[in-house]
C-alpha cells in the first residue's frame, strides 16, 4: 500500500494506465508503439528500487527484454510499410509480429525471462505484471494473428505452465507458471472473441488479486512458510478456496471461463486441443492441492510466541474477498443446473 501514499509511484501508476489505453486505441501500429513504449517506461520506475538488489536486476533484465521486443516490433512495421504491396511476405510478417507481442507478455516460447524477474519483484509489481501488462499484447495480437503459430503458442503455453510448475518452491514463480499456463487459456480465448477474453481475464484477474494479496498480508514468499507458520484457520480456507479456483476445479467459479473454452473446442471437434487442455489443468490442480494439503495437515510446532506478522487493518480484505468466492461458488453452480 505504500503506492498510494507516494505521489511519484501514484503519478507513473497513472501514465502506465494511461498508455494501455493509447496503444488499443490508436488506428496505426506507429501509435500502438508508441503506446508499449510508454507503458515500459513508466513501469521501470515502478519496480526499481535500489535497496534491493534482485529487484534492480530484475527491472534491468525487464528493460533489456522489453527494449528488444519493441525493436523488432518497430523493424517489422516499418519493413510491411514498405513493402506493403507483397503479399508472399505477409505470412512471415505475421510471425515475426506474433512473436515480439508474445515476448512483451511472457508467453511461451519467449517466457524464460518471465518467473526470473518475477522472483524480485514484490506482490503488488507481480500483480500488475501478470494482469495489466499483458493487456495491450494481446489486444494488438487479436488485430494481426496467424492461426497456425498462435496454436503452436498455445500448446506451448499450457504445457510450460503446467510442468514447469511442478518443481517449484518460490511462491512467486508457481504464481509466474500459472499465469504462463493461463496466458494458453486467454490467447485461445482471444481467437474467439473479444467478449470471451474480456469475461476470462476479468475473472483471471479477479483470481491472481486475491493470492497476491493474501500472500502480501501474510508476508509469504515461499511454499515451507505456509507450512510452518501459525496461519489462522479462515485464511487457509481461503486459499484453498483460491487456489482450486484458479486450477479451474468445479464448481469454483474459475472453471466458468474454462468450461466456456472447453465447450467450444468439443463444438469444432478439436479433441487433441481439448485433451491437452484438461490434462495440463489437471497437473496444474495436483501441485496446487499439494500445497493446500501439507499447509493443512503437516503438525507444525504452535507455541503462543510464534505468530504470523499478518497487518491487522487488512483482515476486513480477506473475509471481503472469502465471501465474494465462496458466494461466486454458488452463483457458478446455479449455472449448471
Known amino acids: 500500500m505504500f503506492f498510494l501514499t507516494n505521489s511519484n509511484k501514484m503519478f507513473f501508476l497513472f501514465i502506465l ?18 503506446g508499449m513504449e510508454i507503458n515500459l517506461l513508466s513501469f521501470i520506475p515502478l519496480i526499481s528500487n535500489s535497496n534491493n538488489l534482485l529487484t534492480s536486476e530484475g527491472s534491468l533484465k525487464y528493460f533489456l527484454t522489453q527494449a528488444l521486443a519493441s525493436i523488432n516490433f518497430l523493424f517489422i512495421i516499418l519493413f510491411k510499410l514498405i513493402l506493403i504491396q507483397n503479399f508472399e511476405l505477409n505470412y512471415l510478417i505475421s510471425i515475426i509480429i506474433n512473436s ?4 512483451k507478455m511472457g508467453s511461451a516460447p519467449f517466457h524464460f525471462w518471465f518467473p526470473n524477474i518475477i522472483e524480485g519483484f514484490s506482490w503488488f509489481n507481480n500483480f500488475i505484471l ?81 493470492m497476491c494479496f493474501l500472500f502480501y498480508i501474510m508476508n509469504t514468499f515461499f511454499i515451507n512458510q505456509l507450512f510452518i507458520n501459525n496461519i489462522n484457520f479462515t485464511i487457509k480456507m481461503n486459499l484453498l478456496i483460491n487456489f482450486l479456483s484458479m486450477g479451474g476445479l468445479p464448481p ?25 487442455f484438461i490434462l495440463m489443468s489437471l497437473i496444474i490442480i495436483f501441485f496446487y492441492i499439494r500445497i493446500i494439503y501439507s499447509c493443512f495437515m503437516f503438525n507444525y510446532l504452535k507455541m503462543k510466541w510464534f505468530k504470523t506478522f499478518i497487518k491487522n487493518n487488512l483482515m476486513i480484505y480477506i473475509n471481503f474477498f472469502s465471501f465474494i468466492s465462496i458466494s461466486g461458488m454458488i452463483i457458478s453452480t446455479f449455472l449448471y443446473l
Open 130 to 210: 501478470m494482469t495489466w501488462q499483458k493487456i495491450t499484447p494481446m489486444i494488438l495480437l487479436s488485430y494481426y494473428f496467424n492461426k497456425n503459430f498462435l496454436f503452436f503458442a498455445i500448446i506451448l503455453n499450457i504445457s510450460i505452465g503446467a510442468i514447469g510448475g511442478l518443481n517449484q518452491t518460490s511462491l512467486r514463480k508457481l504464481m509466474a507458471f500459472s499465469s504462463i499456463n493461463n496466458l494458453g487459456w486467454m490467447l485461445f480465448a482471444i481467437m474467439i472473441s473479444e467478449n470471451l477474453w474480456i469475461f476470462y481475464f476479468f475473472m483471471y484477474s479477479f483470481l491472481t488479486s486475491i
Open 100 to 103: 515480439t507481442l508474445l515476448m
Open 17 to 34: 494506465f494511461f498508455s494501455t489505453f493509447i496503444a488499443i486505441s490508436s488506428n496505426s501500429w506507429f501509435g500502438c508503439w508508441i
Open 252 to 276: 469454483f467459479i474459475g472453471f466458468i471461463p474454462k468450461w466456456i473454452i472447453i465447450n467450444f473446442l468439443m463444438i469444432n471437434k478439436l479433441y487433441l486441443m481439448t485433451f491437452i
